[in-house]
């Protein structure tokens, strides 16, 4: 054997003896990119405006551009929330029901935030619930992967 085959098979020997059974899933999934984050602190604007008194008081067509930008805006973080991939093999089933909860959660919200203000009745608490979960998930996957 010679020497560079003998320290291939070492290797290869050291790495399976490695005990793969204790790896843990300490990130279900990959941390946000900059595009993410602009797509979030965007939709929290926009929330935030939907819930001021001077909304109400724009032109239809400054409140429509608005709302088809929030509309656009959480289809694009729908789709990149849709199209992350876990960051570990390991993830189990439960990390990713969690990730498609939340993924559901927010599109559901979005979606009724948008009839409503369709409708003239906006709740409040809507966009509250919507801003506090899309904060809570951001800090959550900043702080992770610090």
């Known amino acids: 054997m010679s020497k560079n085959s003998h320290q291939k098979h070492e290797l290869k020997k050291k790495h399976s003896s490695t005990n793969h059974t204790k790896q843990t899933a ?4 990959k941390a946000h990119s900059f595009a993410d984050i ?16 001077f909304y ?6 400054a409140q429509m551009v608005l709302l088809i930008l929030f509309g656009t ?10 199209r992350q991939k876990p960051a570990n093999m390991v993830v189990t089933h439960p990390q ?6 939340y993924l559901a959660a927010v599109v559901v919200l979005a979606t009724v935030i948008i009839l409503q203000i369709l409708n003239g009745q906006l ?7 919507l801003v506090i979960i899309m904060v809570v998930r951001s800090l959550l996957v900043i702080s992770h992967k610090e």
């Open 123 to 129: 709740d409040i608490w809507l966009i509250v619930v």
């Open 96 to 101: 990713t029901a969690g990730h498609l909860a």
């Open 38 to 53: 602009i797509i979030v602190l965007l939709i929290i604007g926009l929330g935030i405006i939907f819930i001021l008194p």
């Open 56 to 61: 109400a008081f724009m032109p239809l067509a």
């Open 26 to 29: 300490d990130v279900d999934y």
């Open 73 to 82: 805006t959480i289809v694009l973080f729908a789709a990149s929330l849709w």
